[in-house]
């Protein structure tokens, strides 16, 4: 298992009866790993898991993980209960991913002592490598710096950090901490630049799901230290980047894919579909993104 570079976090694909669509996800994860993504990330936050059974999650994962060639496979572990967690990496496992990204319990906040026995049983559940998620924004249980040293030094199979508290100086917190132990990743699409910067080594991207060649053009300039190619990507970019920053991600994601023809807007209840004037600032943003498009381009999508 290799961490680094882009690995987009996948939307789930739902065909009209909202039933998981796994043949247009199998041109989904080869049309995103033709356009230079290292890998794709399944079940996680932007791919609706919280909507979805544990026999659809199953059922993705070995889709994924035969879809994928040679690239790394990764499933997002989330659960209500540890044990559901625990049960999930294995069935991940078995499927045939390469490696976890492991999140905190869904709803209950436990202190460190009850946060860390759930991670640490994931961890232990298989040999996967494993990364870690941290979103405190999101799931309100955050991972401090010192916290996550202390999981680095009792498990081998930790290898990669998530980090998506918005907060750059997190990365360069870890790296005091654990050196070259971790592989740090950025985990919200407007702050990668400034990550990459301090020191992070990939990105866990949302709008790469449309715009695959687009989002690793601008993380290899960043990497590369090129700084005003980068800057140039990111001023187009950023528009749509911060559809990821909100709490409606996932249906303003999927609707650029509708609009880019690499997807559709369907998203599973509570969720709706953006409409009225939320339908009508993202249309305009992804026109205006399309009209404006760098030289770095993503193939056309498969019909």
Known sequence: MKWYGVMPAMTTCFDEDLKVDHAFMTRHVQWLLGNGCTGIISLGSLG????????????????????????????????????????????????????????????????????????????????????????????????????????????????????????????????????????????????????????????????????????????????AGKWEEAFALYRWFLPLLRMDTVPKFIQLIKQVQQETGTGNARVRRPRLEVTGSELQATRAAVAHALQHRPSAQSTPFPG
């Open 48 to 223: 609706e898991a919280a909507t979805l059974t544990f026999a659809e999650k199953e059922a993705i994962l070995r889709n994924v993980a035969k879809s994928v060639n040679q690239a790394p496979a990764v499933a997002a572990i989330s659960a209500l209960s540890t044990v559901e967690a625990v049960a999930l990496a294995k069935a991940a496992e078995q499927a045939g991913c390469s490696g976890l990204m492991v999140l905190p319990p869904y709803v209950y906040q436990g202190d460190w002592r009850e946060t860390k026995a759930h991670v640490a049983a994931i961890f232990r559940a298989t040999p996967l490598s494993s990364m870690l998620y941290n979103n405190p924004v999101s799931y309100g249980t955050d991972f401090l710096p010192e916290q996550i040293a202390e999981l680095a030094a009792e498990h081998e199979n930790f290898h990669a950090v998530k980090e998506s508290s918005t907060d750059v100086r997190r990365v360069t917190a870890i790296r005091a901490l654990t050196g070259d132990r971790l592989r740090i990743f950025v985990g919200v699409d407007d702050v990668i630049v400034e990550g990459v910067a301090a020191g992070a080594v990939g990105w866990v991207a949302g709008l790469v799901n449309a715009f695959p060649a687009e989002s690793v053009a601008l993380f290899e300039a960043a990497r």
